[in-house]
């Protein structure tokens, strides 16, 4: 077996990480762990040490760790078909059969899936069918996306643009020239602290219509949104926020991408995300929960409208010229399927809606009244605490003093893994969906203890 000495040598030699400080990881500074097993809510690592990882991942392994159905499933597909495309009508009883499942639990306007590997690659192709769409439409001008401040997408070229935290596009040349972003629904910080939510959200909706306005509507195609902002912060919609946007985009003919990519499956204590907010989207974007992580797959799920529009382009031009060798890949879709059903019959959308409320509530009961806690927000098994130097000015601490990743990084010598979210002192819960209130208390007491540590 090799040694950890031996191991953290190649990783530094030889591993580009993503979302990590490559200077200072070449130098040995960062502390990266190597994980070697999992089992429900907590993970092993190699010093044996085990953690309750209250981010499932990156908000993704939502069934939890070491389910040995879709561990059986993957094999099975692997040993019978590993690989067959997906081209020209091709496919396999899985693919077929996740499709099937999919559209089963999408609501009843969307018409069809295209299956694609990660999050980033399904908002490339969002952004590509609605190109098509315009310009088999005879609106070959309306092409922009307009997206949202604090919006994670992706980081590809197109969804890195849609994507509206600086970090993504410093140094990249992004965002391309056909994305626009919008004001960010993040009320915390609104800048006038006295302006209500609804207030705040029909101020949010008045920007978003001067912005297509100045734009002109015959040049935007997309709006494109998570229901509830998910990297950027955790941040629920404020009062009266969609109900404020989506009669805008209808009157300006501009299409809604729901960016499920998190909220799908489960995660929000519903399937999906966008009725329980009254959304009708247009297309959805959706990854993580549909296979649990346990193989790579993403969708992109396209509404009737949509799919009328696309099957008339076909018609007079050919196949649809977009595709890719791993589209609905056997061994994710058969993942996808055991996933799915272990969702249904260990009822983890209901536990989401029961669990993860209890673990804000928790939370803002142990932390709420704390001299640096500013906001406890969430839903479903979604969570974030806000830190903040001055609760009245709603100063933010010195970004150097890295006070977050100090609190998560005592969380982590406790036992509890939670996240630094990239933009401002949040810490973000997004724990597996079978989370038990036994698991939430630990990841209540951790958290309590940690700030503690670091801001008394
Ligand atoms: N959309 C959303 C809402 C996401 O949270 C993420 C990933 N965190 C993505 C898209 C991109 O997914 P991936 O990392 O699988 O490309």
């Known amino acids: 077996m090799l040694t950890n000495d031996q191991l953290s040598q190649w990783d530094r030699d030889s591993f580009l990480h993503p979302s990590t400080h490559l200077a200072q990881h070449a130098r040995g500074e960062v502390q990266g762990r190597i994980i070697i097993g999992g089992e429900g809510c907590y993970i092993t690592d190699r010093d044996g040490s085990r953690l309750l990882d209250a981010f499932a991942g990156l908000y993704c392994v939502n069934v939890g760790y070491g389910r040995t159905e879709i561990a059986d499933a993957i094999a099975e597909q692997a040993r019978e078909l590993a690989y067959y495309h997906a081209y020209m009508g091709h496919g396999t009883e899985a693919s077929v059969t996740l499709s099937k499942m999919v559209m089963d639990r999408a609501p009843d306007h969307m018409s069809k899936v ?251 009961a142990a932390l709420g009244d704390h001299a640096h806690v500013g906001d406890i927000r969430g839903e479903g098994m979604l969570t974030a605490v806000e830190l903040i130097a001055d609760r009245d000015s709603r100063t933010y601490f010195d970004p150097d003093r890295k006070i977050t990743p100090q609190i998560v990084a005592a969380m982590g010598r406790r036992g509890v893994i939670a996240r630094a979210m990239p933009q401002g002192d949040i810490i973000g819960f997004a724990p597996p969906l079978c989370l038990t209130r036994e698991e939430a208390d630990t990841v209540i007491t951790a958290t309590t203890e940690a700030v503690a540590e670091v801001l008394g």
């Open 114 to 364: 295209y299956f694609g590997q990660g999050g980033s690659d399904a908002n490339e192709t969002n952004v590509k069918l609605v190109w098509y769409y315009n310009n088999i439409r005879g609106l070959p001008r309306k092409k922009k996306i307009i997206s949202r401040w604090r919006a994670y997408h992706g980081s590809g070229l197109m969804s890195g643009s849609l994507t509206g935290l600086n970090l993504f596009h410093r140094k990249f040349d992004l965002p391309l020239d056909m994305v626009r972003h919008t004001t960010s629904p993040y009320y915390y910080r609104r800048d006038t602290r006295e302006m209500s939510e609804p207030l705040f959200s029909a101020q949010c909706a008045a920007d978003l219509e001067q912005l297509i306005d100045t734009e002109g509507a015959d040049t935007i195609a997309a709006f494109i949104a998570e229901p509830m902002l998910g990297t950027g912060g955790i941040v629920p919609p404020p009062e009266g926020y969609w109900e404020a946007i989506t009669p805008i985009l209808e009157k300006h003919d501009i299409l809604l991408i729901a960016d499920e990519v998190i909220t799908g499956f489960g995660r929000l204590g519903h399937m999906f995300a966008s009725p329980a907010y009254g959304l009708t989207p247009d297309i959805m974007t959706i990854a993580k929960g549909l296979t649990s992580a346990y193989a790579p797959l993403s969708g992109s799920i396209v509404s009737e409208k949509v799919w009328k529009v696309l099957e008339q382009g076909t018609d007079e031009n050919g196949p649809i010229g977009h595709g890719w060798t791993y589209s609905a890949h056997p061994i994710g879709a058969a993942a996808g399927v055991a996933n799915l059903k272990l969702i249904d019959s260990l009822g983890l959308v209901e536990n989401a809606a029961t669990v993860g409320p209890y673990l804000t509530a928790q939370m803002q």
